[in-house]
């Protein structure tokens, strides 16, 4: 099972020394690959909340952060082993072509090391800046976009007419290193995004703390999976073909120990604790799974990463 990371201080988010030397520490430390989130500007105020949470009222600055695409570019730059994972890319945000050569662009100048996380996004504010295509179409726009950048990346000659995208008789090239293509997650717990996931996704990348629809105990997390394994045998693929990818948020002594079924919460405790649910979710089939350090400063963020790979990880 692969262990990423996602470091959020307020200066990483913008300078670029500080996201360089968290970045490198976490390769130094072991970890598989960190993950970089897509906001584009800031919004002082939203008028869609995610998941239909109080978060996002006021003044949250997601917009404070560099270009996901190129942040990657910058960063890979700068290490050797390590992957990156767009956290998730919000599709309709690029024309599919673009964003296709630009992850090919990178995935050859890194030595393959870009996996493609990819979601519909959920910000109607930022779609509206940006020009996107309609907030309201947004998911049949991200299935159109990630058809013709599958095709992009794996045939010579791609035509294509959809609603939303039509391209005829056009070709990528240098094809991405990884082939067939960079691996492709789906994030989301929504029926289109895990029939997305199920249709045209190498792994599934929900995030367990989701408030809707939280995977934090055993019994949730296995009911996800298993539907998600219904879905891959409707669409005519192997259940077995599709990676479980997940995202943690909030784990640790931070958490309640009891989830809101009344169940433990998977995460949650002490290191002993966070060791064995990895295990526990490695048995359920998870092939790989990120932790967010976070805090004001950095020289923080760095000793929870160190004390996880010595006191989580160590035990393992």
């Given amino acids: ?23 490198m520490e976490g390769e130094r430390l072991g970890f598989d690959y960190t993950t970089v989130f897509d906001h584009m ?23 404070r952060c560099h270009e996901q695409v190129t942040t990657i ?14 956290a998730v890319m919000v599709v309709p945000y690029r024309p599919p072509v673009l964003a296709a050569k630009m992850l ?14 990819a979601g519909t996004g959920w910000i109607k504010d930022e779609f509206e ?3 996107a295509p309609a ?3 947004r998911g049949r726009v991200t299935d159109e976009y990630l058809e013709v950048m599958k095709l992009l990346w ?6 294509y007419e959809g609603e939303h995208i039509q391209v005829y008789g056009i070709g990528l090239e240098p094809k991405p290193a990884q082939r067939p293509h960079p691996p492709l997650w789906i994030g989301g717990m929504s029926g289109p995004a895990m029939r997305r996931a199920a249709r045209l996704g190498d792994a599934w990348y929900p995030m367990m703390n989701d408030q809707s629809k939280p995977l934090d105990t055993v019994d949730r997390l296995q009911a996800g999976i298993g539907r ?10 192997d259940p077995g073909s599709i990676d479980i990818a997940l995202r943690v948020a909030e784990h640790g002594h931070r958490l309640s120990p009891t989830a809101s079924d009344g169940t433990r919460r998977l995460f949650a405790g002490g290191d002993a604790d966070f060791a064995s649910d990895l295990n526990v979710v490695r048995d359920l089939g998870v092939t790989a799974i990120d932790f967010r350090f976070e805090h004001q400063r950095a020289e923080v963020v760095v000793e929870e990463m160190q004390a996880f790979q010595r006191d989580v990880l160590g035990r393992l």
């Fill in 1 to 23: 099972m692969h262990i990423g990371f996602d470091v959020r201080t307020p200066r990483a988010m913008t300078d670029t020394q500080e996201l360089a030397d968290l970045v």
């Fill in 41 to 63: 500007v800031v919004q002082r105020s939203l008028r869609a909340k995610y998941n239909n949470s109080d978060e996002g009222d006021t003044d949250i600055g997601y917009g």
């Fill in 73 to 86: 570019a910058f960063l890979a730059g700068r290490t050797r082993a390590l992957r990156f994972v767009t």
């Fill in 104 to 117: 090919a662009t990178i995935d050859v100048l890194s030595g393959g090391r870009v996996t493609v996380g």
């Fill in 129 to 131: 800046a940006l020009g």
């Fill in 135 to 137: 907030f309201e179409r």
């Fill in 154 to 159: 794996t045939e010579e000659v791609v035509e």
């Fill in 228 to 237: 998600l394994r219904d879905l891959a045998e409707a669409a005519g693929r």
